[in-house]
């Protein structure tokens, strides 16, 4: 993690928030935090693709937590209301990347309360394999869709 990249980002989203009544959500990927466990124990592959795959989940989910936290420190230090939103329970496959439920609800609230959601890619429940890996990039689509965001 280059943490003088993430001060400077967190540094520019507050630039950007200051003094707007703005609605904000940041989305953040898994990164190298979540990508080496993930593929260490083939976590997309669900509850059945590896031996230990409920460590692997363990230990992604350990992860990506934790850059979630980094990430919503430094947006902090910078005055901004953020707070984390991890995907882990609240989201759902049906098939892996094809969301049936979201967290989104809460997102809402939030954002309506004047906080800062942060969510990020994570491991969430899935219908047909146990579990599934959910990208950042997907969750942005979802949460642009679903929240009616506008440039």
């Known amino acids: 993690l280059d943490k003088a990249v993430l001060r400077a980002t967190a540094g520019q989203i507050a630039a950007l928030a200051n003094g707007r009544n703005l609605s904000i959500v940041i989305v953040h990927g898994a990164g190298s935090f979540g990508h080496f ?3 260490e124990y ?9 031996p230990k795959a409920d460590t692997g989940l363990a230990k992604t989910r350990s992860a990506v937590t934790r850059l979630n936290a980094l990430v919503v420190d430094a ?6 209301p953020a707070t984390g939103f991890p995907l882990f329970p609240a989201w759902r496959t049906s098939k892996p990347r094809a969301v049936c439920e979201t967290g989104l609800a809460h997102v809402e609230r939030a954002i309506q309360a004047g906080l800062v959601p ?4 994570d491991v969430v429940l899935d219908d047909d394999q146990g579990w599934a890996v959910l990208s950042g990039d997907d969750v942005v689509v ?3 869709h679903t929240l009616n965001a506008r440039r």
Request: charged letters at 15%; one cysteine or more; glycine letters at 16%.
């Open 42 to 50: 083939n976590v997309q592959g669900g509850s059945r693709a590896h």
């Open 118 to 121: 942060v969510l990020h890619g």
């Open 75 to 80: 947006l902090i230090e910078e005055g901004v």
């Open 37 to 39: 466990p993930a593929r």
């Open 142 to 144: 979802q949460a642009c």
